[in-house]
């Protein structure tokens, strides 16, 4: 039947000082592995804070969760997450992520980003055309 969607979901939470010390340890590698120039520019108008390293890391993570794809499948920078000028996260696919998002006939991710002083956690929710295949 035609117009009918299920909907794919993926969560994830970091600790926030987990982050912070994979940061400081190597600030120019960590932030050239996992982000793309856009994403660094964003991160460093907040001054690269922790809270919002690990919101964006648990962003990637819940979005591979919901390709239903791993680290050794994906890049992380495969999956981009810029703010709009109202600060809602919007999504962005690249290379295998995107063409994964094709296959599972995915409409659009949505995305929640959040932080307390401990942990960070996201969750991601997409619409999937019903008839897509779950691989």
């Known amino acids: 039947m035609a117009g009918r969607f299920r909907i794919r979901t993926g969560v994830d939470i970091i600790e926030i000082a987990r982050v912070a010390g994979a940061y400081r340890r190597r600030p120019e590698s960590f932030l050239r592995h996992l982000f793309t120039r856009k994403e660094q520019r964003q991160l460093a108008a907040r001054?690269?804070?922790?809270?919002h390293?690990?919101?964006?890391?648990?962003?990637?993570?819940?979005?591979?969760?919901?390709?239903?794809m791993g680290m050794g499948q994906l890049c992380w920078k495969e999956v981009e997450i810029l703010s709009?000028?109202?600060?809602?996260?919007?999504?962005?696919?690249?290379?295998?992520?995107?063409?994964?998002?094709?296959?599972l006939s995915l409409?659009?991710?949505a995305l929640s980003l959040s932080h307390s002083r401990e942990?960070?956690?996201?969750?991601a929710c997409a619409l999937a055309e019903d008839g897509a295949e779950d691989k």
């Not at 390293?53 to 239903?68: D, M, P, S, T, V």
């Not at 942990?119 to 969750?123: I, K, L, N, S």
């Open 47 to 51: 001054n690269y804070a922790a809270r």
């Open 119 to 123: 942990y960070a956690v996201a969750q």
């Open 84 to 103: 709009l000028p109202g600060g809602e996260p919007r999504v962005y696919l690249h290379g295998r992520a995107k063409a994964r998002a094709k296959e």
């Open 53 to 68: 390293l690990a919101a964006r890391f648990a962003g990637k993570e819940a979005i591979f969760k919901l390709l239903g």
């Open 107 to 109: 409409v659009d991710i």
